[in-house]
């Protein structure tokens, strides 16, 4: 599985962004997606997470209640719809894909391009 994370930009705090990871591969439904960050002089940290089907959703304590996680399996891409932006979330957001119908903390099998994130204050 190939993954490439776009739709990142400059944008005011209090803003909305949407990401996008479009993936390649057949079975692209059967992986759970996680959302990844990266600040500049930080360790990558663990945003937000989706099942299989769509189903269910899973997010980090800091964005919890502004960011929204989401699928298109006959697209093949995840979504990480962002909202209220704050100065701190800028970062390079990245994807993963893990062999499982749901997600499993820390284990994932294929990681894609990261897209930069700049919110200014």
């Known amino acids: 599985v190939q993954l490439q994370a776009s739709g990142g930009g400059l944008v005011q705090a209090g803003g909305s962004l949407r990401l996008s990871c479009a993936a390649s591969?057949?079975?692209?439904?059967?992986?759970?997606m996680g959302w990844f960050r990266q600040a500049p002089g930080k360790e990558r940290e663990w945003v937000a997470a989706?099942?299989?089907?769509?189903?269910?959703?899973y997010y980090a304590d800091s964005v919890k209640g502004r960011f929204i996680t989401s699928r298109d399996n006959a697209k093949n891409t995840v979504y990480l719809q962002m909202n209220s932006l704050k100065p701190e979330d800028t970062a390079v957001y990245s994807c993963?894909?893990?062999?499982?119908?749901?997600?499993?903390?820390?284990?994932?099998?294929?990681w894609g391009r990261g897209t930069l994130v700049t919110v200014s204050s």
């Open positions: 989706i099942n299989w089907t769509g189903g269910r959703t």
């Open positions: 591969g057949r079975i692209f439904s059967i992986y759970a």
């Open positions: 993963a894909a893990q062999k499982s119908l749901d997600y499993v903390p820390g284990k994932y099998d294929y």
